[in-house]
């Protein structure tokens, strides 16, 4: 069903009043858009997604089947959410002393072109760069830098990944991706286009 603001939404989805849904974006089947929710233009958000209160959702995110963005995750623009990818935002969760105000979540944030894999856990209060990529069944615990590729229990750096998703091989501090031509240049654990 086409809303009035122009996006669309399947009837079985939910969108509260007061939620800001952009043009051109698609929540599907089972879905929950709370109330305070800001999702940007041309995002698609998969079954059985729930956003939270106060959640910020950029332009071009596509999250995928089965996640749940609690209170205090900041999606930037085209971030992609892999299936059942797992935010959290409670560091110390105990259900006899409740921690559910906005001032116990902390903040995670995911940079512009981050790409999160399916199963993949963020651990609240990181901070993923910009066109980072989370492998799949990775547990991010600490923020990962960006154009960085981090897989494992605790994630940690194992590559790196140009802007287009594919890899990037270092000679001394520069790489060119073959995929696309950008060129990127490292300065210890920081890389950044040229």
Not at 26 to 45: D, T
Not at 92 to 116: C, H, M, Q, W
Request: proline share 4%; glycine share 12%.
């Amino acid at each position: 069903m086409m809303s009035e603001n122009g996006y669309w939404a399947h009837e079985s989805a939910y969108v509260d009043e007061g939620a800001a849904v952009g043009k051109g974006t698609r929540v599907w089947h089972f879905s929950h858009v709370m109330a305070g929710a800001v999702i940007g233009e041309r995002c698609s958000l998969g079954q059985n997604v729930f956003v939270a209160n106060n959640v910020k959702v950029g332009n071009n995110v596509k999250v995928q089947n089965n996640v749940s963005i609690y209170e205090g995750v900041v999606l930037e623009d085209d971030v992609f959410c892999g299936p059942s990818m797992v935010f959290t935002n409670v560091l110390t969760p105990r259900a006899a002393f409740p921690r559910n105000t906005s001032e116990d979540y902390l903040i995670t944030r995911v940079k512009r072109g981050a790409s999160i894999g399916a199963n993949a856990t963020i651990v609240c209060g990181v901070t993923i760069g910009e066109c980072a990529f989370v492998a799949a069944g990775a547990v991010v615990t600490r923020d990962i830098p960006p154009y960085a590729m981090a897989a494992g229990v605790p994630a940690r750096v194992i590559g790196w990944a140009c802007a287009c998703g594919g890899p990037l091989e270092f000679e001394g501090a520069e790489a060119t991706c073959r995929g696309c031509s950008r060129r990127y240049h490292k300065d210890g654990d920081q890389v950044s286009t040229k």
